[in-house]
């Protein structure tokens, strides 16, 4: 089966039928589009292309492209591998009933932004101690990282300072609690990566 395109709206609590209390994550998922059918004989593997979404600007060949299914624009596409597609054709709507409470899902996502972060933040440094002889901000230096004479230079992967998360998060095993078909709504218990209206994509 396809997997699912949705947008992450946040968490909440989720009361069951016999009183306990889940933490879930809310996601907006689909309605997606099936915007085109990948077969083995063309193109070399088989895949649905959905789409989710609508955006402003589109160019003119993702234009022509979504025109095909009668898309004015689709915010994103992305393609679902590995499964049986001879039920599906071209404009199909695949809608959150593809889920159901119970299933077990994987959902990937980027992860939250954190912009650029020293050493101690990133990479869990302790700092290169006090402060002494008049050097100042020392607390939180990386210290030393280049070598003497041989090899003079840094090493590639040397952990340093720089841009941290927005990387590519996979959560697996998780549970859907509950299914609310018409609002496209998909309650996962647990945390799914990722901040509030950030692009998520559910497979079963």
């Given at each position: 089966?396809?997997?699912?395109?949705?947008?992450?709206?946040?968490?909440?609590?989720?009361?069951?039928?016999?009183?306990?209390?889940?933490p879930?994550?809310?996601?907006?998922?689909?309605?997606?589009?099936?915007?085109?059918?990948?077969?083995?004989?063309?193109?070399?593997?088989?895949?649905?292309?959905?789409?989710?979404?609508?955006?402003?600007?589109?160019?003119?060949?993702?234009?022509?492209?979504?025109?095909?299914?009668?898309?004015?624009?689709?915010?994103?596409?992305?393609?679902?591998r590995?499964?049986?597609?001879?039920?599906?054709?071209?404009?199909?709507?695949?809608?959150?009933?593809?889920?159901?409470?119970?299933?077990?899902?994987?959902?990937?996502?980027?992860?939250?932004?954190?912009?650029?972060?020293?050493?101690?933040?990133?990479?869990?440094?302790?700092?290169?101690?006090?402060?002494?002889?008049?050097?100042?901000?020392?607390?939180?230096?990386?210290?030393?990282?280049?070598?003497?004479?041989?090899?003079?230079?840094?090493?590639?992967?040397?952990?340093?300072?720089?841009?941290?998360?927005?990387?590519?998060?996979?959560?697996?095993?998780l549970?859907?609690?509950?299914?609310?078909?018409?609002k496209?709504?998909?309650?996962?218990?647990?945390?799914?990566?990722?901040?509030?209206?950030?692009?998520?994509?559910?497979?079963?």
């Open positions: 089966m396809p997997g699912l395109i949705g947008k992450k709206l946040g968490m909440t609590n989720y009361y069951t039928a016999d009183g306990r209390m889940l879930v994550t809310v996601i907006e998922a689909g309605p997606c589009t099936v915007v085109q059918i990948k077969t083995a004989d063309k193109d070399g593997y088989t895949a649905l292309q959905l789409g989710y979404g609508s955006k402003k600007n589109v160019n003119k060949p993702e234009s022509g492209h979504l025109k095909k299914v009668n898309l004015e624009s689709a915010s994103v596409l992305k393609e679902f590995n499964f049986d597609i001879s039920g599906f054709s071209q404009g199909d709507k695949v809608t959150v009933e593809l889920f159901k409470a119970g299933d077990k899902v994987k959902v990937s996502s980027k992860s939250k932004g954190r912009g650029f972060q020293g050493v101690v933040k990133r990479h869990g440094f302790s700092g290169v101690g006090g402060t002494s002889h008049g050097q100042h901000d020392r607390e939180r230096a990386p210290g030393s990282i280049g070598s003497s004479s041989y090899p003079s230079r840094v090493f590639k992967g040397m952990k340093m300072a720089g841009r941290m998360g927005y990387d590519n998060f996979t959560v697996r095993n549970q859907v609690v509950n299914v609310i078909p018409e496209n709504i998909v309650l996962v218990k647990g945390a799914v990566p990722g901040a509030a209206n950030s692009i998520v994509e559910i497979n079963i």
